[in-house]
Every structure is written in C-alpha cells, then in structure tokens.
C-alpha cells in the first residue's frame, strides 16, 4: 500500500517529537550525591605508610611510604615496587619514599623501586638504592603535622556516623559477623573489647559498596583472641583474605575503612592478614612479623618486620563530606597538637611490642568520640533536584519540541498544494 506524502511527513513529525520527549525520560540517572568523596585523605591517602612519628620496618612496603619522624631500616627495606606510573606521577616530587628525619639502615640496602626518595637529615650507614629515580634531601617537602591534622579531625568526624540502617554486628562464640545491604555505604560501629573477642571476622556488604567500620576504644590487640583470619563477601561465598585471593576480586577489601579514632595502640596478630586501610592517627601500629596489612596504615608510628608488610592496596572507597570536616588542602582551626610522638626506645624486638612506645601527643583523654552530625544524604538518597530528576532539561526538549512540530506541518502543507497544482 502506497502511503500519502502528507501523511508520511505528519508521521516522522510525530515520530520526531515522541523521541525528543519521551528518551530524556528514559535515560535520565540519579546524579551522584555532593556528601561523597574520593580523595577524603589528600596527600595521605598516595601513600601505603604514612606515619607521623618513626617507623621500624623491614622488609617491604609495596607501595609509598611516607615517615614524619625517623626511619628504621637496618633489616633491609624496599619500596614501591608495586605503585604505577601514574601513581608515581601523583606523588609529592614523584617521591615513594619520604623521610622527614634520619634514614637508618645499619648497612643493610634500603631500595626505592619506583620513583624518588627524599630524606630531610642524615642516610646513616649507606646509601639509598634507587632503580629508576633520584635522592633528594628536603625535609619539608609534606607537612606531616598539618596533614595528620586533618587526618586527626577526619577520623573523628567519621565516628560521629550513624550506623546504617540495616546493617548489624553480631558475635557468636568467637566469631563476629558485619553484615550490611546498602549498595553506596555501610557503616557499623564495634567496640574494641568486641572485636578483640573474635578469633574469626567476617564482612558481607554489597560489592562495590564503601564499608566504615568505626572501633571504638583507645587500645586494640588482635592477639587477645588471636584472630587467625578476615573473611569477606560481595554477596558470594566468603573468602578469606590474602593478597592472592579477595572476595569479587578485591572490590570489597579496596573499599574497607578500619576506623580508630582514639585508638593510642593497635596490635595486630602475626597470624592474620588484616584486609582493607587503617586509620588510626593517634596510635602505634606493631605490625608483628608474619602477615601483612593488605591496604594502607595511616598511624602515629609503626614497628613491623619479617612478613608484616605493607601490601598496595590503595583505598578506593567514596566517604562522606562530614559537616565540619575540612576538605583536603585545608587546615582546620583548633586541631589537636601534631608533634611527632616520642620514638620508642631502642629498636623493638621483631615479636614483641615496643615497651616503651610513648603515647603521641594530643591523644584525646578518655574513650568519648568527638563525632559530627552525620550527612543529610547518602550516595543511595541522592537529593530530588533538577538534576538529578532529569526535569532541568524539559525546557529546551519542548522548545525543540514545538519547532520540530511547526516543521512537519509546513511540510504538510507544501505537499498538499504540489497536489492541487
């Protein structure tokens, strides 16, 4: 059947017009909500170890270390060896290592595998390795104190979160359980005394989902049940984690956040690879000296040697903008004191923690939280503008509407007066 002109040019006018305002519609998406952050730990966050006091350690960081007071390397240390190019590019002078004070290294190699290292005072015993960068001395090329700062005030703001809805915490024997089924965040809250309790820890969230698990408390020793292992699910089975194997392929350890904000002393058991960051801005870390911290450590200082490394795991989660935090770049007024914590003396034994670590200065008294109020949205919430409804751009789709509309029928028309001629 033959179709008229007039109506073959009413219909692709008609046609025209369905799709300019019914496809809008259709692939409009909810905009990603302003109370979430990528970059929450700013410089720190370039960096596997990123301490403000001393940091003994032997025998490998995977990624970049960054030390504010002085560096213990006399069992031999190597650096970086798993960063990338572009995370070299990232870093402040493209430098992996950072040491603010000595380097000691007794005579054994301290190596930089990937990018520069940049010490302040002295390299003691022998110089730094380098396989495809430069030795610099600066001791200001990061302001750790300002930096830890923030850190500081980050970690209290994100304790004052409010658990999510949903989520739970439950300690069966020895065996304690987060589970959580927000697809954008979770956030649980633990007593330290709780999770010392457990020889076995296991996190289900959604994979891709942020996790921060905030622990209360100002000391945590993972020895006291001695936890021999993490398990994560991303809605799968679970899997005990190791740098070789991780529920979904890592995505649920590279978006787990351990949150101590008051924490003076944290002791992890040899025994367990403890997956996901660390921020614990006020305490000593004693790594022992079996498995390691598959992600990044953000501490006051840190002893660990033998295979209690540092694995590079950056964290990729996306943490709230809490009211009141300062955003990276920015100092906040009334920070708590960030002189680099007295350096334990002597070196500690590699099984033993340090007895006579001193407490950072500026720990906060008592076990109470300075928290902030939590966020009015979430990632899963965002808020019901233009937007994100995708009504902002009605405007223009009917203006391009009605033209389209004028046009078809000024086609109608000159078709149908061809006909009488």
């Known amino acids: 059947m033959r179709i008229p002109t007039s109506a073959a040019l009413a219909a692709l006018g008609g046609a025209l017009v369905l799709g300019l305002t019914v496809a809008p519609a259709a692939q409009a998406a909810p905009a ?9 730990f700013g410089i720190a966050g370039k960096y596997g170890e990123f301490v403000l006091g001393d940091d003994v350690h032997s025998p490998d960081a995977e990624g970049a270390v960054a030390v504010g007071g002085n560096a213990d390397f006399k069992g031999g240390f190597s650096v970086g060896n798993e960063l990338t190019a572009a995370q070299v590019d990232a870093l402040p002078g493209r430098a992996s290592l950072v040491v603010r004070g000595d380097l000691l290294n007794g005579g054994s190699a301290t190596v ?5 290292a940049v010490v302040g005072g002295e390299v003691k015993d022998r110089a730094v390795e380098l396989h495809n960068g430069t030795f610099g001395k600066k001791a200001d090329l990061i302001d750790f104190d300002g930096e830890f700062a923030k850190l500081r005030s980050y970690a209290d703001a994100l304790a ?18 987060l589970t959580g089924t927000d697809t954008g965040r979770n956030v649980f809250s633990v007593e330290a005394s709780q999770l010392e309790k457990a020889k076995e820890v296991f996190v289900k969230v959604p994979a891709g989902a942020t996790t921060i698990v905030n622990v209360t408390g100002q000391t945590y020793d993972m020895a006291t049940a001695g936890t021999t292992g993490f398990f994560l ?3 799968q089975d679970f899997v005990l984690d190791d740098k070789t194997q991780s529920a979904q392929d890592g995505a649920v350890r590279a978006k787990l956040l351990w949150n101590f ?18 921020l614990a801005p006020y305490a000593h870390l004693e790594l022992g000296n079996a498995a390691p911290v598959n992600g990044s450590v953000w501490v006051a200082s840190l002893h660990g040697s033998g295979g209690a490394e540092t694995h590079h795991f950056p964290f990729t989660g996306c943490l709230p903008e809490v009211p009141g935090t300062p955003k990276p770049g920015t100092t906040p007024s009334g920070t708590p004191s960030s002189t680099p914590p007295a350096t334990p003396s002597g070196t500690p034994s590699s099984s033993a923690t340090p ?3 001193a407490t950072p200065s500026g720990t906060p008294s008592g076990t109470t ?20 409804t995708g009504s902002g751009n009605m405007v223009p789709i009917t203006v391009g509407g009605a033209v389209v509309v004028a046009a078809g029928a000024g086609l109608v028309v000159m078709a149908r007066r061809r006909k009488r001629a």
Not at 112 to 116: A, E, H, I, R, S
Not at 261 to 278: D, F, H, Y
């Open 32 to 40: 990603a909500s302003a109370d979430c952050t990528t970059d929450a």
């Open 112 to 116: 930089v595998m990937k990018g520069n």
């Open 160 to 177: 004052g979160e409010s658990a999510t809805s949903g989520a739970t915490v439950s300690l069966e024997g020895n065996r304690l359980t």
């Open 233 to 235: 699910s991303g809605g």
């Open 261 to 278: 904000p008051n924490a003076t002393k944290i002791v992890k058991n040899s025994q367990a690879a403890w997956p996901g960051s660390v």
């Open 355 to 357: 007895s006579g670590t």
């Open 369 to 388: 939280t300075p928290g902030a109020p939590a966020p009015s949205a979430s990632p899963s919430q965002p808020e019901g503008d233009l937007a994100t």
